[in-house]
């Protein structure tokens, strides 16, 4: 039984250190922070229906958007129509 109290009181002290540390790393990024989305493939635009990230080059772009393939693009196209 006091092996098991001392498993989880080291687990929750970890659990304690490891938040600490990214709060601390936290304060010292930029403010709006946004990881690079740019790779190997390209510049990397987002699709505003299915949230999916495609290469600008490989993407469908229509109404200023960009779409990862002709069923979002028709979607996108229907919910501005509804709207």
């Known amino acids: 039984m006091r092996f ?3 498993v989880v009181g080291l687990l929750f002290a970890m659990y304690a250190a490891l938040s600490m540390i990214r ?3 936290a304060a010292f990024s930029p403010a709006g922070h946004v ?3 740019t790779t ?3 510049h ?3 699709d505003p229906v299915c ?3 495609v290469p600008e080059r490989k993407a469908i ?3 200023g958007q960009f779409f990862c393939s002709e069923e979002c693009r ?3 196209q229907q919910l501005t129509i509804e709207q």
Do not use: C, D, E, H
Request: glycine letters at 8%; zero cysteines.
């Open 35 to 37: 990881a690079a989305t």
């Open 44 to 46: 990397l635009v987002k």
């Open 23 to 25: 709060r601390v790393l």
């Open 4 to 6: 098991l109290i001392r």
């Open 61 to 63: 772009q229509a109404s």
């Open 74 to 76: 028709r979607k996108f």
């Open 40 to 42: 190997v493939a390209g």
């Open 51 to 53: 949230g999916t990230y």
